[in-house]
Nanobody, 121 residues
């Protein structure tokens, strides 16, 4: 099992920044990617960003982003803390959503509880 605890959501004005964190615990050695999805009211959950390993030690990895956040959001991972971050800059009202951490591993796919991000215009 992998447990995920998210933090960092909140209310920010247009153009502002927030950083989301997702700390993983449990069988984290089996993790091969970590990412973020979001779900706005009345809409389906959508992919935001993902960081994926190329080797078991995470020495080489790749980052992927949804077109809507490219150039504004940055995903990163702290190996020592088993934590993935989503730095969100130049936030827009359309970024308002509940953001979910997602982990893919050899033992299954796991989701965080979600953290609300609200961008006021």
């Amino acid at each position: 099992q992998v447990q995920l605890v998210e933090s960092g959501g909140g209310l920010v004005q247009t153009g502002g920044s927030l950083r989301l964190s997702c700390a993983a615990s449990g069988r984290t050695f089996s993790t091969f990617n970590m990412g973020w999805f979001r779900q706005a009211p009345g809409k389906e959950r959508e992919f935001v960003a993902r960081i994926s390993r190329s080797d078991i030690r995470w020495i080489n990895y790749s980052q992927n982003y949804a077109d809507s956040v490219k150039g504004r959001f940055t995903i990163s991972r702290d190996m020592a803390k088993n934590t993935v971050y989503l730095q969100m800059n130049s936030l827009k009202p359309e970024d308002t959503a509940v953001y979910y951490c997602n982990v893919g591993s050899s033992i299954g796919t796991y989701w965080g509880q979600g953290t609300q991000v609200t961008v006021s215009s």
